[in-house]
């Protein structure tokens, strides 16, 4: 057999897809095809199924599945239609198992996966399958990849309805039922995946003819936000004392990692009696030179790194770690991440009708940056009927909430700092709770002592908190690719928090700060609101904290911004205010906002600023 009957054989009479063989005529797959047996998807089946027999053992196909996204692109489009709707007339055409299936069933999967791929046209009488279709695949509730076919399933719903079939009250009472699941559905792999099914769950209640008033929203958003895990307000009397004896255990850690550095043996390491002599004991916490000889001298983990991940840390920072603490308290008061408005009692009060109204045109579901004219005016007269003084008062307040103490890096790794510092102390004064007492005189012999028995392996073995450890000399910036959002996150034990009934939670402040879309929304009609209100340059002041807080990064990804969407609405806000009084804050936000995107209209506005000074 030449080359030309191989490649006939097996590529239907073409060379590699391209060039007929002369005398040579195509090989047709109608032939398979009975028209008049069954319906669509029985004449798909047999077809298949007379496929695979006829070349399965010849090809890499496993079944006569395999072959079905031949015969579904080959079809016209009405019989697309047909085949649609056929699957839905099967027992188990939506509900397939996941395993074991039949070879009719793997190939109705196959069907449901590729017949919305191709073109498909309907008639009037298909709406019901289409609606079995469209509420009867979970996919379409819960997989934000299955955009594209739910926009063509949308497209044939309504083909029908044009050519005369209509909705039954049954019908939109199931759609809107749809809609409502995927709205109360609390998990998402993403932001943007959250995004989509919502506009998913919007078109639908547009199609089953349901509007979502803003009353609606707002009832199911006023439950508060509120923070199970929030740190307690009071005072904290010992907090200097422990950030004072963290520091001078880094210290100590920082003094023998580099009297050991490489081969070197310092004096003190070489008899017990000056091993003795140059680390005192300190109350209960006993150096010992047999565990020094026994451990790695240091222990690895004081060596390992050498610092070229992080940097090593500064005994000054451990001491400033009280001035960190109230920041962290306060961002640890709400879950912005909720689907509930954080604090909605300071911004508003809900017993006052001319409140609610207000309140509820704030609830936007608006994808833009900027306000219209007409939401500007309609949203100034009803701020009016409340008096815009107690306005500005409680709005202002409420964004507090969201940007004090100002975040960008630096703000962010004090919060971070201050969180760990939290706990931390927590768990010392758990551990070692007359230590405040005993040694408030002689912090740095406790310091040294601490460090060599930590440096020695024995820290916990010893009795010690499982805060004192070897890497308090380092720093503790997550990195990724060379890049952090942190700089000068101190190591000590990240927190862990426990829920109600006891199991592992691992969220944290970085969780709580970002904000869900539902508070997206919300915080845009503030954002807006604020532009509006009679006192310049605090707006001015707000809005560019308010960006500064949401253009922060708080992880990496995507996502890893704390709100791009409320980074961009208070940067335009910002820059559609106008005037020169607006460059100070301009300036100050484009060398703090990192991502480029968002600080693309910043840089703008300073250029054509520049640019119209330099003209006039």
């Known amino acids: 057999m030449g080359f030309a009957s191989i490649g006939r054989g097996i590529f239907g009479g073409k060379v590699f ?20 047996d069954g319906n669509a998807l029985d004449r798909l089946i047999a077809d298949c199924e007379q496929m695979f027999a006829s070349k399965g ?81 979970k996919e379409f509730r819960n997989a934000s990849y299955y955009d594209d076919k739910f926009a063509k399933m949308l497209g044939l719903i309504n083909s029908a309805i044009k050519q005369g079939a209509y909705l039954s009250s049954g019908d939109c009472e199931d759609i809107a039922a749809m809609a409502a699941e995927i709205r109360e559905r609390d998990r998402y792999y993403s932001k943007s995946d959250k995004k989509k099914m919502l506009g998913r769950a919007e078109k639908l209640e547009k199609l089953a003819g349901v509007e979502v008033s803003a009353t609606e929203l707002l009832m199911q958003r006023c439950e508060g936000a509120e923070n199970e895990w929030e740190f307690s307000d009071g005072e904290r009397p010992n907090a200097q004392f422990w950030a004072d004896l963290l520091a001078e255990t880094a210290v100590t850690l ?143 307040a409420w964004l507090e909430l969201f940007h004090t103490p100002a975040l960008g890096r630096e703000g962010y790794t004090k919060v971070c700092n201050g969180e760990r510092f939290v706990r931390a ?25 601490i460090g060599i028995v930590v440096a020695s392996g024995d820290g916990q073995a010893s009795g010690l908190s499982f805060v004192l450890r070897p890497s308090l000399v380092r720093l503790d910036d997550h990195s990724y690719k060379g890049n952090t959002f942190t700089t000068g996150v101190l190591d000590m034990p990240n927190p862990s928090y426990k829920a109600a009934n006891g199991a592992s939670h691992y969220g944290g402040l970085g969780g709580w700060l970002r904000l869900s879309v539902e508070n997206e929304d919300f915080l845009r009609g503030v954002i807006w609101l604020t532009a509006l209100l009679p006192d310049r340059a605090r707006a001015i002041e707000s809005l560019e904290k308010t960006a500064l807080g949401a253009g922060t990064y708080i992880s990496f990804g995507d996502d890893g911004m704390r709100s791009k969407v409320i980074a961009n609405a208070a940067i335009a806000t910002l820059i ?7 460059g100070h804050s301009v300036l100050r936000l484009s060398s703090k906002i990192e991502h480029r995107s968002v600080q693309a209209p910043l840089v703008k506005h300073l250029n054509d600023s520049r640019s119209s000074g330099s003209t006039q």
């Not at 299936?101 to 008639?123: C, F, G, H, M, S």
């Not at 559609?576 to 607006?582: A, E, F, K, T, W």
């Open 254 to 396: 920082d003094e023998i990692r580099r009297e050991t550095k490489g081969s070197k043996k310092p004096d003190w390491g070489k008899n017990a009696a000056a091993f003795a002599e140059h680390w005192p004991a300190c109350g209960e916490v006993q150096p010992d030179f047999a565990k020094w000889k026994a451990s790695g001298q240091p222990v690895a983990a004081l060596k390992e790194h050498n610092g070229k991940r992080n940097g090593w840390a500064k005994p000054a920072a451990y001491r400033d770690l009280p001035d960190a603490i109230d920041g962290a308290v306060a961002y640890s008061r709400y879950h912005w991440g909720k689907d509930q408005i954080p604090g909605l009692d300071v911004l508003a009060d809900l017993e006052n009708p001319a409140w609610t109204a207000l309140v509820e045109q704030l609830i936007t579901q608006r994808r833009s940056p900027r306000a219209t004219k007409a939401w500007n005016k309609e949203t100034l007269g009803l701020a009016e009927a409340v008096g815009l003084e107690e306005v500005e008062e409680r709005v202002h």
């Open 17 to 36: 897809g391209k060039k007929n063989i002369a005398g040579a005529a195509p090989q047709s797959r109608g032939s398979f095809r009975s028209r008049s």
């Open 57 to 137: 053992q010849s090809t890499y196909r496993r079944s006569p599945a395999d072959f079905a996204w031949e015969f579904i692109r080959d079809m016209a489009p009405e019989e697309r239609g047909e085949l649609l709707v056929a699957v839905t007339r099967e027992e188990n055409g939506l509900a397939l198992p996941v395993r074991d299936r039949t070879p009719r069933e793997q190939v109705i999967a196959k069907v449901r996966d590729d017949v919305l791929r191709y073109d498909v046209e309907v008639k009037a009488e298909d709406l019901g399958g289409l609606l079995s279709f469209l509420t009867g695949i």
């Open 576 to 582: 559609g205010m106008g005037g020169d009084d607006i």
């Open 425 to 449: 102390i927590e768990e010392l004064e758990k551990t070692h709770p007359e230590w405040p007492q005993e040694h408030a005189d002689d912090i740095p012999a406790l310091g040294r002592a």
